[in-house]
């Protein structure tokens, strides 16, 4: 279910890298293949180690095996390709400016999306959505997204601490890259959400402030959770894509 995908354009010299989040999946930016296509962009969505499995799986995942997967898909492609566009959802977006850094990866521009310098975590505004999601049935429209788009298999609770490594590494991975923020060079588009019960909408400001040495241009969306994307705002997120990679 949880697979990683490349669909390859003829003749296309561009292509689209996107990169989930932590407990992320491919699986959530399915509905953007045709958006990247029509824009003449080859698409491809990678699998970060630890995810698409079990628990036990992902408390062997860090920081550094994500950085290290991410540049090997880069380097499996970048000979094929003259401009390569990473997009990140939520980490993914941490991992996709670190990604840029490089400047042999021939990276175009980095499209983020609900990608965190700041976290909702005492922000009693925003922890009563994420208790109401616990209770929400299996049929409602977002739980069924969360669901879907859950990357790692969290059916036995007792598995739960094992998380801590991971997200303490995912923490180190945050205060790195706030401290690369100075160093990105190139275009970089940015989406946040002010609803988003994850990512604070502070962190729109602080990459603002932090990306001064480079082109940067955002958007806010006002009715989109963090994983979790209504019709018109993945409308919105469709036609900046199209335009950030043309």
Known sequence: MHNPVLQELDGSKKIVIFIHGFMGSPIQFENLIETVHNADCSYCSILLPGHGSHMNEFAKSNMHKWEQHVQSEIDKIK??????????????????????????NKIAGVFILQTPLKINTTN???????LKLLF????????????????????????????????FSFYRLLNKTKKNLKD?????????????????????????????????????????WHAYFPDDDWNIIAEKLSKFVK
């Open 79 to 104: 000979n094929n390709y003259d401009e390569i566009y990473l997009f990140g959802h939520s980490m993914g977006g941490l991992l996709a400016l670190n990604a840029s850094l490089n400047k042999n």
């Open 184 to 224: 990105v060079f190139v275009p970089v588009y940015m989406i946040y959400s002010t609803k988003d019960e994850t990512t604070s909408y502070k962190s729109l400001d602080l990459m603002c402030k932090s990306l001064y040495n480079t082109e940067k241009d955002s958007s806010t969306i006002y009715n989109s």
């Open 124 to 130: 009693f505004k925003f922890l009563v959505p994420k």
């Open 136 to 167: 929400y049935p299996k049929n409602n429209v977002i739980k069924a997204v969360y669901t879907k788009s859950k990357g790692v298999d969290m059916s036995n609770i007792f598995l739960y601490p094992l998380m801590l490594k991971p997200t």
